[in-house]
């Protein structure tokens, strides 16, 4: 049996001990301590781990640690959305995103050309910038092959962005596969749509893509999930791998609660009556906001998985 | 100015009068009857209406009213999820989803093949039906064309269905196209990828589907939105409206919150900032369960349409 | 088994037959269906019953639906807070509460003497009414008697109030007691400890007032509890019920979730273990806003009591 | 201008770097960080310290970090929940609270007399151990005194307890007053009347309390709030607050939104409308679950507060 234990602050406290505490505190406290222990179970078990998150995450400064997080080994399967792509393809060339107040003025804002996510800003240049680029990469690739999967253009994206907190940059680099189910669901899309106008003969291909997901581990590996936020990226992800046995082990971080019967709140409960989680896995759900809660889970597993010499 | 006014029941009090009650009571209830007013004025505009929707409102017994809301010409372009047009279908041969709870014991749901969504289930044998019926219906249009933008697709499927109350059989009796960027996310992207196996040379087309909901208005139309939870189905609906100049009108019904800087939980305060709500647009964020605040805020709009003759 | 519905609007829906249909329909759509029958289950197995709600409430137009509730023999015990009890009073001498937005200027409100409370406003003047008509009020129960239970003094301002969408003169009407633990927090805490200070000898007996609610039932009694929100209003009433037996019948309506372990977010299911809901009783969690869930699931009630002639 | 910043790991990382990175994350990291700094400027300008929290939080392992932060001088005044100060004793005298799940099979608890409360456990004994000591100390201080304000009731406790990681000893020790305007609700309630029932001249003044959380600062002090939670402690104490002229400095930790009018997701604009917290304040709103937000926030200003030598 597990107490609950008073919590008390030592003087230069580490992360790694602070989530060690977090496990008799009480609430989601307890719940992200197990998560930090599963994700840990993850890496030394050699599972193949799937990491899903959306578009917000990667408009955050979420972007550098994911990227830190893939190089470090600790994803072998990434599911995100059109709009990560293109946050991180612009962040790769130095734009800037402002921090701002979920209470800002929109009408202003829209004025100067600034688009809000949340408390943060996304500037019109910036997606200008993305545009000329995207061109221009397009017809490059275009000269290479005409039909492309999802995660096999985003490699050769990924080769070409030379900056070590990009995703893309350090997927390609690693070989972690990146799946994008909704590619044409953002900006991206309409540079691709534009792109096909002049070469008919363009195609993206999803279905195939589909393929590539599926194979990418079989039912004899062990499998780990963790999902960040719901959309899309969750389900892909938790569905590939229902498509490939199960999970063994799996952590959902969202916001949303189970309530409306919605995939961003489906528990990984919930998940087990799919089979998508094993029965006998080892599964957290975290309500909390990922930016404060994926990056705490995550470092205590890093702290302890470098403490053991699996990770450098 | 507004005040708050005293509730009080009247015996056989109907819907409509109930909410237009709602709107002196407070908090949501306000909210609530303001989106109610602004569908309204969709409708008596001449706005183009686009309707997103996610696929556990269509495992909910709101895919009959969906099918009934396009079938009154409440909607003009329909975005979803490919979780909505398995369930439509499945729904059409007759299958049924159980009632269970929140609390239901999904390992033994998983041992009786039943995958739970929130307080609903869905049966493997739906599944297989699906499979088995999909496949014969890619076989037919394979015949026909081998290459489907999504839309088309659903089209060509809808008009197979024969069921007042499928989405797909209304909407395509009515011509209103259904988008899915997102198709592969699910069962059917494991079909497609299985057809395609058979037949190398069967493309589904996304890209194209991005032409097809960029022009399915133009920049004359005034235009509205009705949002019904977040997913990429909300954010489709939203940029391929900005696309198109912006929302006049718009209604968000969602339960999430703005916190976390999720798509789902993004007011139309947040769209304006992008131009994908016009700064004079009429707009109202409705927080709360879709499976009780659409239907009573759509039918307090049906039953005013229908006294004035817009809709019979 | 019970299988979900899909749901079709008809003229002229009367929320009656609404709230059935809603039973088909999924996800809180259920829960407050089932919510509906079981008031009605309350009313019709002659359970007394405690309704609870917080002063938000008050401050919105539930205010009058609440009058009408006790006048309708709904409610047996009353447990609320101390600014319901304010706002009962101010709206009784005909003070106006703005209705504004979610998003309004509080700084502006802030110089204007307009205190916010949601997408509704309170003015300083209606505290300024309320603070001279209280001071009297007690100088004229102080010659009465100088030792008050809380509840006591409630039914005595009741019987004064003379508007029929009063909560605290339907409530001194049908003698249903009002308890209100934490009667200090707020305006009247200040006026009362003014009284104090000019009669040293005027108690507020909170002790006592423990007496009152602990005894308003009898463990004989069946049991029902209405709790609205969350707060020490919810706590107190179930705590009273948990002394007196626990409850047969019981409805939370919060949009407080389980996550943090609060008191608001806690379920009918947590209730069980601490024997404040006994272990085979009818319940129901609704997670929704309260201005919305708490008159359709009541209506319904209504509708059907007033049907079988068990209310009038 | 303030720009999202690429978040990385670096090993051994501490709480205190942590927190100073997740100000360019987004989200709620970046009003978690605010807060941090805010809680630093609080003490560094010498104000009075408001701290509010509810009594699920006292169940939680926060109880040990409460006493700290209060023996650390970062709290002047507490207002807390009546659940807080039985929780607080009984851990005490050394009972202990088991960790469960929110999943927990409730009817089983109860046959083995466990209440939960979320993830967390107290069992019957606790409370027969709370009864026995509760009723000696009561007849003990009834001795010295009959008619009791409760904050003076708090500290005689207090001073029985000699538990370091107590709320009520620390307090007592540091002259720290502890109100609780809604005492009688909870088990203290229970027994306080049955002491009650037997010296009918025993008062507790909740009356006289009032006047004391009035006079606890003055006007010419400068003030400020950390509200964990909402409840009758978050309104009481902001209520006192803006009797005594608003605060200067506000931080609000919660898991409620705005959406329902509530207290406990009331914003620190919304109390602005008030006057409860001054319009030029410092003052921040973090949405998330305060076991681990709060210790988070809070170590990071103690971590710079001791570095400068202003706590040690």
Known sequence: MKYVKDFNWKKGMSVKSF??????????????????????????????????????????????????????????????????????????????????????????????????????????????????????????????????????????????????????????????????????????GFHLFMFQQKHPDFIVDVVKDFKNIMFATSHDDTKGFIALGGSISKHHAVFAGLLSGGFEYAVYMTTAHRSSGSMSGASTNEAKSWGKIKDDSDAATIIGDVSITFPLAMISALENLAEKGIIK
């Open 19 to 188: 989530v060690e505490e977090l496990g008799g505190i009480g609430f989601q406290a307890i719940e992200l301590k197990a998560a930090s222990e599963i994700i840990e179970k993850m890496k030394t078990s050699g599972s193949k781990i799937y990491l899903s998150f959306t578009s917000n995450m990667v408009t955050s400064g979420l972007r550098g640690f994911f990227a830190q997080v893939i190089n470090l080994g600790m994803a072998d399967i990434i599911v995100t959305t059109a709009g990560a792509i293109e946050e991180d393809i612009m962040k790769s060339f130095g734009e800037k995103f402002d921090i701002v107040s979920f209470n800002a003025d929109d009408i202003a804002l829209h004025q100067r050309g600034e688009n809000r996510v949340g408390n943060l800003v996304i500037r019109n240049e910036s997606y200008m910038k993305f545009e000329d680029w995207m061109t221009e990469v397009l017809e490059k690739l275009y000269t290479k092959q005409k039909h492309w999967p999802v995660s096999e253009l985003m490699k050769e994206i990924g080769l070409l962005l030379k900056d070590e907190n990009s995703i893309l940059f350090q997927a390609a680099k690693k070989d972690v596969p990146i799946f994008c189910p909704g590619i044409t669901d953002g900006a991206v």
